[in-house]
């Protein structure tokens, strides 16, 4: 259904929400989205670093033997 909206569809769009919202409206709404893309970039890349931070404190697996009970018996 959106395949053939095409250039002309979406400048008609875009005078529309600009005539029923104004200038002002969406130019606050678009600050406002960017600061959310900016807040959750932050979110992301703090998420991240914290991951990489508990991995890095982990102690090294410790290794076990796993060898079958029956063939300890054997040695």
Do not use: C, Y
């Not at 095409?6 to 678009?30: D, E, H, N, T, Y």
């Not at 991951?51 to 290794?63: F, G, K, R």
């Amino acid at each position: 259904m959106l395949n053939n909206i095409g250039l002309p569809g979406l400048l008609l769009i875009a005078v529309v929400v600009l005539v029923l919202f104004g200038r002002g409206k969406i130019s606050a709404l678009m600050g406002e989205v960017g600061k959310g893309i900016t807040a959750f970039k932050k979110g992301v890349k703090d998420g991240s670093e914290e991951i990489e931070d508990a991995t890095a404190q982990s102690p090294a697996p410790v290794a076990r033997d796993v060898t079958p009970a029956s063939e300890k018996d054997k040695v």
